[in-house]
C-alpha cells in the first residue's frame, strides 16, 4: 500500500459497534489517566501571556491524532480545568485580574479526513455557555482534518522482523518524525510546548524488539493472515505487502531527531510502563471470550487498515481467525505483558 492510501485510510474504527474504537479503548484511557500528572506539570510550565488592552485571554491546545474516542476529551478538559484553576492562582501576577475571570479556550480536535469526527463530537455534552446551569464543556471545538506530518495550523497560532526491516522502520521513524517537528516549529510559538505520549521501548532494546506486548499481537496478526494463505482466500503477495505503520523509539532517538532539528528544547523525558492490557473487564470470561475481545480490540485499532488492503469481507475472515490464537494467549495478554509509553515534553526555542 502506498504513503498516500496510507495515510487516507488508517485511522480508528469508527462508528459505535462492537469492534469500534470507542468501544475498545477502554486501556487507552486508562493508560491516558494515569500520565495527566505528567500533562499538568507541563501546563504549569507554560508562560501565559496577557493579552493586550481589553482583549480576552485566549488559549489554544490541539490533540494530534484525537481518535474519535473519549480519551481526546478527557484531554481537552484537563487542560481546561487546569489552566483555570493556574489563571486563578496566578490573577495579579501575570495576567490582568479581568482577563483570568473569563479566559476563552480553544481546542482543536485533529486527525486524518477518514476519522469519524461525528462520533467523537457526539460525545460532547452541551457547551456551558447554552447548557443553563453552566455545565458542560468550556471551550470552543473544532475539528482539523490532515497529517500531522503536515502542516495543520497557520503560522504561530497554537500556543518479529529481520534486522533489515528494523533498520527500515527505524530510518522511517527519523524522516517523520523531522518532518513533524519542521511542522510544529512552524505553528507554534516561541515558548509554546508540545507534550507528547507515544508507544516506545526500552533504551536495551533493538529495532526489531517492539516489546513483548508489541511482537506478541504482531505474531498473533501474522499466524491469522497465514490462516488466510493456507485457505487459499488470498495469496502470499498480499500477506507480505501488508504493513502496520508503527515504529516503537527509544527516548534517545527521540532526543536525536529533536537535536537535529533545533527548535525544541527537550524539557522532560520519561518512560512508564502499562500493566495489563484490556482483556480482563471480566474475570470469568473463557478464553473464546477473552480472544474475541482481543481481535475487536486489534479491529478497533488496525481494522480500516486492514479492509483498505485486502476488503471488508476478508477483513471479517483474518479477525475471525486471531480470536482463536487471542485465547490461546489469553494468560500472557493478561498477566505478564505491559506496553512501553514515553512522555516527552518540548518547549519552542
Request: charged share 25%; glycine share 8%; proline share 5%.
Amino acid at each position: 500500500m502506498q504513503a498516500q492510501d496510507v495515510k487516507n485510510v488508517f485511522c480508528m474504527k469508527g462508528g459505535q459497534g462492537e469492534s469500534s474504537y470507542l468501544k475498545n479503548s477502554k486501556a487507552q484511557l486508562r493508560d491516558l489517566q494515569m500520565m495527566l500528572y505528567a500533562l499538568e506539570e507541563t501546563l504549569d510550565k507554560i508562560a501565559i501571556i496577557p493579552p493586550r488592552g481589553p482583549e480576552k485571554l485566549l488559549l489554544t491546545a490541539a490533540d494530534l491524532g484525537c481518535s474519535c474516542g473519549r480519551s481526546s476529551l478527557v484531554v481537552a478538559d484537563a487542560i481546561v480545568q487546569h489552566m483555570t484553576n493556574k489563571l486563578c492562582r496566578g490573577r495579579g501576577k501575570h495576567v490582568d485580574a479581568a482577563a483570568a475571570a473569563d479566559p476563552e479556550f480553544c481546542f482543536y480536535f485533529s486527525d486524518l479526513p477518514s476519522n469519524d469526527f461525528n462520533t467523537l463530537f457526539s460525545l460532547l455534552p452541551p457547551h456551558a455557555a447554552s447548557s443553563g446551569d453552566g455545565s458542560g464543556w468550556r471551550y470552543f471545538a473544532a475539528a482539523v482534518p490532515g497529517s500531522f506530518h503536515d502542516r495543520l495550523f497557520p503560522e504561530r497560532s497554537i500556543d518479529g522482523s529481520s534486522e533489515e526491516t528494523g533498520t527500515a522502520y527505524r530510518r522511517q521513524f527519523q524522516s517523520d518524525m523531522a518532518r513533524f517537528l519542521r511542522c510544529r516549529a512552524a505553528e507554534l510559538k516561541p515558548g509554546g510546548a508540545m507534550f507528547l505520549v507515544f508507544v516506545g521501548r526500552p533504551s536495551s532494546a533493538g529495532p526489531t524488539d517492539q516489546g513483548r506486548s508489541l511482537n506478541l499481537l504482531g505474531a498473533m496478526f501474522e499466524e491469522s493472515w497465514r490462516d488466510l494463505v493456507d485457505e487459499g482466500l488470498i495469496d502470499g503477495g498480499r500477506m507480505d505487502s501488508f504493513n502496520i505503520p508503527s515504529y516503537a523509539a527509544t527516548l534517545e532517538e527521540f532526543r536525536e531527531s529533536v537535536d537535529a532539528d533545533g527548535s525544541f528544547a527537550v524539557n522532560r523525558l520519561e518512560h512508564v510502563m502499562r500493566g495489563r492490557l484490556a482483556v480482563d473487564d471480566d474475570p470469568h470470561d473463557d478464553r473464546r471470550a477473552v480472544g474475541r475481545r482481543v481481535a475487536n480490540n486489534q479491529r478497533s485499532i488496525f481494522g480500516p487498515l486492514v479492509e483498505a488492503h485486502i476488503g471488508r469481507a476478508l477483513a471479517d475472515e483474518l479477525f475471525v481467525r486471531m480470536e482463536r490464537p487471542a485465547g490461546e494467549l489469553a494468560d500472557e495478554l493478561g498477566d505478564e505483558m505491559g506496553v512501553h509509553f514515553h512522555i516527552v515534553y518540548t518547549s519552542k526555542n
